[in-house]
């Protein structure tokens, strides 16, 4: 498998003379406007742009407390989020009430408090069990060679479509989370973030063998200039992206969040890239781009040392997505079992900050999907939540290019820039002067 070593430009996207009149405009207008209404308003505190956690929780994740025993664990519903806490030694359970044919997979993210030390060893463990004690899965993710504290991911599975007999009975079964590595490397208690998802048994028996042959070759380089587009914080914030160059700004020790549509037979290819800046020295395996499957569960990573000069990493060429991949050996290409939307995490290692300064460093995430779309293999039910393994219509825009994938128009950079709380009439007034201003936009 060859590797790109092309160089790409960077740039922003064009807009004609009019366009950028029409925005100039909008951003007068909604100045003029938030100075006259903010005026009859009562004075609001200030408030300090503070800078943004480590992760974004699900605004909907339930607080469950983790159990030193199997006999009080909380209940864990596949379709739910949850948000618990991780000690830095001993073993920590959760419970499933399972039927006899769906497949589950339990998605654990561990987030170390802000500035904590970690080691290349240090980690998390989960394993699935059933009641009888037969293990289900056991996987085991580590910091690795980005020794920067950062948002890691592991997932449990109980696999009744496999060829095991094991684990197939309905009933309940135990996930184990537990820490790895130096206790004392990182004492503080971790935040936890569990995703449990189904997936329902299919409708007809398909191959129970993944696919032999399928094109390894990396495409051509992309020519698009860059789109801004700031990452999420977390994977339920992940923003949209499809084809395409996509640019943001990232400081030492963040970590950003996109998500990928990806239909049945499509493959993904992605390079983070990250800009020049002044300074001297080296850090290694500083830049780390990982993909994880719609279920959040890791597919694969790579990392790359940052010397000042542009620099890239570039994830090896995956298979397209089929359930037969689940039957492959290597994680990288099991983990494309599913349709649904892929998540791309970059992050940037904190101790970029010590030879670089703090910051903010452009970011280009480049993505290309190739493959042509098949049919589904057909479940049959439904998947807990409801279609996260399939993509659907508006999906399909932000694959083809034609999806916004988020970001704001000219009214809500002035808000978020004058930094007002407390505002309703003026998002009022913004929502209805942002409809008219997009009819209008074409006459000024």
Known sequence: MGRRTAR?????????????????????????????????????????????????????????RASTTTTDAALLTPGSTYRSSLPSTGESYYSLDLDATSDVYISVTAIPPPGSTVEASDGIKVSVEDADGSRCSLKTEKFGVVHSARPITEWGVREASSNRSRCKKAGTHYVTVQRVGRADSAPEAWDLELFATSEPSLE?????????????????????????????????????????????????????????????????????????????GSAGYALNLALYNPARGFVDDVSATYNGR????????????????????????????????????????????????????????????????????????????????????????VVSGHGSGGGGDAAMTVLAVSGIGGGTLVLVVLGVWAVVARRRVGAW
């Open 8 to 64: 790409w430009r960077r740039g922003m996207v064009r807009r004609g003379h009019s366009s950028r009149s029409a925005r100039a405009r909008a951003a007068f207008a909604v100045g003029a406007l938030l100075l006259g209404t903010t005026a009859a308003l009562p004075a609001q505190p200030a408030v300090a742009a503070g800078t943004p956690g480590p992760y974004a929780f699900a605004p909907d994740a339930r607080s469950v």
């Open 204 to 280: 007809q028996v398909v191959a129970t063998s993944a696919p032999e042959a399928w094109n390894s070759a990396s495409p051509a380089p992309l020519t698009d200039e860059d789109v801004p587009r700031e990452g999420g914080s977390g994977f339920t914030s992940a923003v949209s992206v499809g084809q395409g160059a996509w640019s943001a700004d990232i400081t030492p020790g963040r970590t950003l969040f996109y998500k990928v549509p990806l239909d049945w037979g499509r493959q993904v290819y992605a390079t983070a890239e990250l800009g020049g800046s002044s300074g001297g």
């Open 310 to 397: 542009r620099t890239t990493a570039e994830l090896d060429p995956l298979p397209p997505v089929a359930y037969e991949n689940r039957y492959a050996l290597p994680e990288r290409f099991s983990g494309m079992r599913f349709a649904g939307s892929y998540y791309l995490v970059v992050h940037l290692a904190a101790g970029v900050a010590e030879r670089f300064g703090d910051g903010p460093f452009g970011l280009t995430l480049r993505v290309q999907i190739g493959g042509e779309e098949t049919t589904g293999p057909g479940y049959a039910g439904q998947s807990e939540p409801r279609g996260v393994f399939q993509v659907g219509a508006s999906d399909r825009k």
